[in-house]
């Protein structure tokens, strides 16, 4: 399974972007999907994640409200819609996926450690 990331760039303070996360080499509507940030010296951190139907979603609380995860199964990619984007939002953004669906046990999708596949990171950067 291979995950590719895009759609990061240079933005200032209030803008908005939209990263993609294309899946490959394997089914994408067995996967839970997730989208994890790495600010520079931090720890890697939740940021949102969609269940493998499209049907779950949960934030982690500073992006509530101004960011948005969905899926199209049909294209294998996940989306991650930022909007009101804040300085503090900059990092570099990496979608995850965890094998689920019908007949798996529950996950954690805010543990990084509970995902099993990365794709290569975007860099968000936003501009005070």
């Known amino acids: 399974v291979q995950l590719q990331a895009s759609g990061g760039g240079l933005v200032q303070a209030g803008d908005s972007l939209t990263l993609s996360c294309a899946l490959s080499g394997g089914t994408f509507s067995s996967f839970a999907m997730g989208w994890f940030r790495q600010a520079p010296e931090k720890e890697r951190e939740f940021v949102a994640a969609?269940?493998?139907?499209?049907?779950?979603?949960v934030y982690a609380d500073p992006v509530k409200g101004r960011f948005t995860i969905s899926r199209d199964n049909a294209k294998n990619t996940v989306y991650l819609q930022m909007n009101s984007l804040k300085p503090e939002d900059t990092a570099v953004y990496y979608c995850a996926s965890r094998v689920s669906g019908p007949g798996y046990g529950p996950h954690d999708p805010t543990n990084r450690y509970h995902m099993d596949y990365w794709g290569t990171g975007t860099q968000v950067t936003v501009s005070s």
């Open positions: 969609v269940s493998w139907s499209g049907s779950s979603t």
